[in-house]
């Protein structure tokens, strides 16, 4: 209990930073923006404030999803990061149809950008975004041991955050392009391909949350695979009602019927301990397994 009191410790900390960097940032890119004269970093600064109230919201149900289960929330509140995964998915997709709206509209009438500002805040828009984004990273790795064990709230918020560190690069170049070039219509371009980028990502994480939501298989998981390794493990004749899904992206559960030969009824401790072992080394958490016999199972009627 206390390696999990660690994590959750150490990932909300990371989430909270993040939130008060891209608050902060977003103020300060709108006064950067705006001296500038650049589309691309106003509509960034709109972005970057989407994200901090995004990931003010994940924060909150981070911390709110690690409470214990209840009467009422028997598998406790760990889906209900997911929500915050659903909400900021949404809030970029929208930034992003804004931003590309807006980025069309200054090619019709093109303004005189401050490339130099642009370089200035480009250089600490990457340095804001990379330092959060390797928090959230190495804070949650630490805690783990594993760079995988995310879910998909952090994922999401690393996500963005990360976007954000490679948008201000292009911006960057972009500066410098018209710096030396003149054509002021690159800022527009840059805010357009900033948001389809992050549109497209997006629109990747919010369809990979409603899989959890929608209780898929886990994507790193062969679900005919695991069914065919379980049914090799002696005593075990066959294996059926196999489900595995996951509750937030990194806490899985898995539930089976498993037929043995009646000869090994007092070998079932054996059975169930080899069954654990290999759902642990697919990262099963939460396995529910019914034995059952030849003579007596369900695999023909409804269980």
């Keep these: 209990m206390g390696h999990q009191h660690q994590h959750d410790h150490t990932g909300s900390k990371g989430?909270?930073?993040?939130?008060w960097l891209n608050l902060s940032f977003s103020v300060?890119?709108?006064t950067g923006g705006i001296l500038t004269n650049s589309t691309a970093i106003i509509a960034d600064a709109f972005h970057d404030f989407m994200d901090a109230v995004a990931i003010g919201i994940a924060v909150w149900l981070e911390k709110f999803s690690g409470k214990k289960r209840t009467a009422k929330f028997s598998y406790g509140y760990k889906r209900f990061s997911l929500l915050?995964?659903?909400?900021?998915?949404?809030?970029l997709i929208t930034g992003a149809v804004l931003m590309s709206v807006s980025a069309i509209r200054s090619f019709s009438t093109p303004k005189e950008v401050n490339s130099l500002g642009m370089l200035a805040l480009a250089f600490?828009?990457?340095?804001?975004?990379?330092?959060?984004y390797l928090r959230i990273k190495n804070g949650n790795s630490s805690s783990h041991g594993h760079a995988h064990m995310h879910n998909q709230n952090s994922k999401a918020i690393m996500l963005h955050l990360l976007e954000d560190a490679l948008g201000w690069i292009a911006v960057l170049i972009g500066a410098a392009v018209i710096y030396f070039t003149g054509w002021n219509w690159i800022d527009g371009a840059l805010a357009l391909g900033i948001a389809g980028f992050i549109g497209y990502n997006a629109t990747r994480n919010l369809i990979d949350?409603?899989?959890?939501?929608?209780q898929s298989v886990p994507e790193h998981i062969n679900i005919d695979q695991l069914q065919e390794a379980i049914g090799n493990?002696?005593?075990i004749e066959d294996v059926?009602?196999?489900?595995?899904?996951s509750m937030d992206g990194v806490y899985h559960i898995g539930s089976m019927h498993v037929i043995i030969h009646p000869s090994e009824n007092n070998r079932e401790d054996h059975i169930y301990a080899a069954i654990v072992q290999l759902l642990e080394q697919h990262n099963?958490?939460?396995?529910?397994?019914?034995?059952e016999t030849a003579q007596r199972n369900c695999k023909f009627t409804e269980c």
């Design 15 to 19: 989430l909270s930073l993040a939130f």
């Design 28 to 30: 300060i890119e709108v």
């Design 84 to 91: 915050a995964a659903l909400g900021m998915s949404a809030f």
């Design 124 to 132: 600490f828009g990457v340095a804001i975004n990379g330092f959060a």
């Design 209 to 214: 949350t409603l899989k959890v939501l929608l």
């Design 233 to 235: 493990i002696e005593g």
């Design 240 to 245: 059926h009602d196999l489900h595995i899904w």
């Design 284 to 291: 099963i958490q939460h396995p529910t397994i019914q034995f």
